[in-house]
């Protein structure tokens, strides 16, 4: 038996919910994917800097096998193993990041869901798919399961 062909119960409005409130967790939603984004560039620095780092192993070696010991100890003593930031590295500025600004904006966008949505998530996105699909058609079914 196919399933009615519409949002689940996870994606519907609840009784009583404004089109204000449904478009204000979305904004708040959106503003999360934006630090989500951000927390990922961050995971990239942290990767890229230390892979960076490790090059200059091979820099250094090669700098003293081409005659250049005065450049190799240079990137050895001042550049291998910097703190990028003052007191910090990379890894330290993802653990601040992740255990202070965005465990915050996590539980602010989590706290607004749970008192004004019974914590339902991107109700504002499955709207918008109801009024933009065409029913009937495959490829455009609410969810999976459903069949025409």
Known sequence: MAQQDGPDDRHRRPPGVSDEIVAALGKLSEALEC?????????????????ADLML??????????GHPDIAERIATELLGRNVIAGRWTFQIVEDFDDGYYALFRDVDRDARERLVGGRRHLYEAEM?????TRGLPGHEARPGVTY
């Open 129 to 133: 798919k109801e009024r933009r699909r």
């Open 35 to 51: 630090v989500e984004r951000v927390r990922g560039h961050l995971y990239s620095l942290h990767q890229l800097v230390g892979h």
């Open 57 to 66: 192993d091979d820099a250094v070696e090669m700098f003293r096998a081409a």
